[in-house]
């Protein structure tokens, strides 16, 4: 179970999630990068995790 922390950038504004908002994601190999990726943006805006769909929010690796 290796972790590894990244940083994302959000490139595409949906539903109160801000177009350029940066997160800490914490990718563990036990877990989906798309689970991984959603509690590092839940985690920074407050957002739960079940609204957040990143199809429509398009996040990058920076």
Do not use: P, Q, W
């Not at 949906?14 to 990068?33: A, Y």
């Amino acid at each position: 179970m290796a972790k590894e922390i990244v940083y994302y950038e959000v490139t595409n504004s949906f539903n109160g999630i801000l177009k350029g908002t940066r997160f800490k994601v914490t990718k563990d190999s036990s877990k989906h990068i798309d689970a991984c990726i959603k509690e590092g943006l839940a985690e920074e805006t407050g957002v739960s995790t079940n609204k957040i769909n990143l199809s429509m929010l398009k996040c990058v690796e920076i």
